[in-house]
């Protein structure tokens, strides 16, 4: 299994915490209510941050 830095779990949980308050929006401005969309958010911001995330998935 893939491992995640703590800091990327951290981002994770605070995406999570905004998207419980109705506070998350993605890049287009829009309010964020699927929890997928949340995790992605929270690992983007993690990897632009430079933790240690596993890379994301090709579609073969």
């Given at each position: 299994m893939a491992k995640y830095?703590?800091?990327?779990?951290e981002k994770?949980?605070?995406a999570m915490?905004?998207?419980k308050e109705g506070t998350?929006?993605?890049?287009?401005?829009k309010k964020v209510?699927?929890?997928k969309q949340a995790i992605a958010i929270g690992l983007s911001?993690?990897?632009?941050e430079g933790a240690k995330v596993p890379k994301?998935?090709?579609k073969s």
């Open positions: 830095s703590k800091k990327a779990g994770v949980e605070k915490h905004e998207l998350l929006k993605s890049g287009s401005g209510t699927s929890k911001e993690a990897r632009e994301k998935k090709k």
